[in-house]
Structure formats: C-alpha cells, structure tokens
C-alpha cells in the first residue's frame, strides 16, 4: 500500500525577482507535496544551503490545501544577495528540488 505523498514534490518554486532595491525585504515561496512527518525543507542560494541568521527568516510548513507551503525572507537586501535560489524537499531518501529563480539586488539609487 502506497502512501500519499510519501515522495515529497516541490510543486511551485520560488518566482524570479528580476530586480530589487539594495535595503528591500524579499519573499520567496515553495509549495510541496508532501506528508510532514519526516520532511525535511532547505533553501539555496548559489548552490549552498542557508543557515539561519538574523538577515533571514525561514518559515514553514504553512497547510495551503493539501500542499504545504515554505518560505524565506530576506529583511533587508544588499548586492551580495544577488543569485539563484532553490526549494529542496527531502524525506526517507527521495528529494524535490524547485528550478532556480534569480535575484538582482540594484543599488537604491539606480533608476529603473
């Protein structure tokens, strides 16, 4: 007998921001497939995982339906947050990773 979701599925990664203001909070969102029991989540910028400091806020799982919604806020952003951000879902072996979504920190005074 088969589980639901026993696999975790990332279902919706985190959506390019093309661009953003130096000093600008930023939200990214992942929605996952998943049963909560065992799910591990992790976010990645440039390919390596991020940690918890006080520049980031990670929440999650929020029930959205039947899928479980992640997120991660940078509070205020500068250059060197500028890359590729990843959603990773992993639980009993198996792991979703979302596709990369880009982030270009411009300085403030810059004009669109």
């Given at each position: ?20 203001s130096d ?12 049963d ?18 006080p ?7 929020v ?16 250059m ?13 072996g ?11 920190v ?7």
């Open positions: 007998m088969s589980l639901p979701f026993a696999e975790p599925t990332v279902v919706k990664g985190p959506q390019d921001l093309v661009k953003a000093g600008s909070a930023v939200i990214f969102s992942c929605s996952v497939a998943a909560p029991i065992s799910l591990r989540f992790i976010w990645k910028k440039d390919g390596v995982r991020i940690r918890h400091k520049k980031y806020e990670m929440t999650g799982p029930k959205e339906g039947t899928l479980l919604k992640f997120t991660l806020k940078i509070k205020a952003t500068n060197s947050d500028s890359g590729s951000y990843q959603c990773k879902a992993l639980k009993n198996k792991i979703s990773t979302s596709n990369p979504a880009t982030l270009t411009v300085s403030k005074f810059f004009t669109f």
